[in-house]
């Protein structure tokens, strides 16, 4: 079976428009991203909330900006970068 002569490889150009376009179809950012970049703070302020000896709730909310804002952005931006450098 031999390939058809008349047949030629798409243009450097065709395949940068079909990129292109493929581009503008994806999401800034996937649904769960966010989700699962959560996790981290929540654990933490679990585990900050359930050690300290008195106001745990506070303990708690505090563990939620420090360190948990700074987790949740790192794993956010590990996610999103993976995402898009297309790394499995």
Partial sequence: MSANPNLKPPSKRAMR???E???KNEPLILWWMPVVALIGPI????WFGATAD???????AVALIWPGAPV??????????GWK???E
Avoid: F, M, N, S
Avoid at 43 to 46: E, L, N, R, T
Avoid at 72 to 81: C, E, F, K, M, P
């Fill in 85 to 87: 450098i297309e790394l």
């Fill in 21 to 23: 376009a493929a581009r």
């Fill in 43 to 46: 654990i933490a302020a679990i």
């Fill in 54 to 60: 008195d106001g745990a709730l506070g303990e708690a």
């Fill in 72 to 81: 949740y952005l790192i794993t956010l931006a590990v996610l999103w970068g």
């Fill in 17 to 19: 428009e079909a990129a």
